[in-house]
């Protein structure tokens, strides 16, 4: 079964601090996705990556890196974690143009920052 | 830039019809998803469409008109645990997937 997992589902944080955000994907897919969602404001892309090490600035990229070293791992860094960084994210994987778009969401990782 | 703009609300009574549109801007359009989300839970994908016209999956049906830039997800035969927040997503030919703000659907018994 397709399965996409994020390492954490709840951090508290402190301002200033260096968060992690890790997600793993087995489903051997080249596309994977970092969004943050936030009531009212839908999901927002932050960053995606099509292959490992590639990268791509999604609408919401300030703040946030991101790494790829292998194809199953994607991992957000927010360097420098601020009050307006709370928020809900969530990671995805696809197969992009060789499937139907299909996005397969990890369970989300709450974010609050103090 | 690129925008997707969807209702915020909609309301609809049981076992009836709903239609959830979906209008979109962007450079280097590839396709147009539906996903939907309980509260507390992950998006789930519902359909996806590449071409023009109408794509049925059970009680779901997606629509798509890339002429006009518009889509809709259409729900019949509603049931309560319909009740959930709908996402329209397009997909950019350069892999890059971006969603709307979704559309809070309020089923009434």
């Known amino acids: 079964d397709v399965k996409v997992t994020q390492s954490s589902r709840y951090l508290v944080k402190r301002t200033g601090e260096k968060v992690f955000l890790e997600c793993v994907q087995d489903m051997d897919h080249e596309n994977m996705f970092w969004y943050r969602q936030d009531p009212g404001l839908g999901l927002r892309l932050i960053y995606f990556?099509?292959?490992?090490?590639?990268?791509e600035k999604g609408d919401i990229p300030e703040g946030y890196s991101v790494s790829r070293e292998k194809k199953e791992r994607f991992s957000l860094i927010l360097e420098s974690a601020s009050t307006n960084q709370t928020s809900m994210y969530l990671c995805?994987?696809?197969?992009?143009?060789?499937?139907?778009?299909?996005?397969?969401f990890g369970e989300g990782s709450r974010l609050t920052v103090l | 830039g690129q925008s997707l703009e969807q209702p915020s609300e909609v309301t609809a009574v049981e076992g009836a019809i709903v239609q959830i549109n979906c209008t979109y801007q962007t450079s280097g359009f590839y396709g147009l998803s539906w996903y939907q989300q309980h509260d507390g839970g992950a998006p789930t994908f519902l359909s996806y469409?590449?071409?023009?016209g109408l794509e049925e999956t059970g009680r779901f049906s997606s629509f798509l008109s890339r002429s006009d830039s518009y889509g809709y997800l259409l729900l019949q035969e509603l049931q309560m645990k319909d009740s959930a927040s709908y996402f329209c997503a397009v997909m950019n030919r350069d892999d890059k997937i971006i969603f709307g703000k979704g559309t809070r659907l309020h089923i009434l018994p």
């Open positions: 990556s099509y292959d490992v090490k590639m990268k």
């Open positions: 469409n590449a071409l023009d």
């Open positions: 995805a994987s696809s197969l992009g143009w060789s499937g139907n778009g299909e996005l397969f």
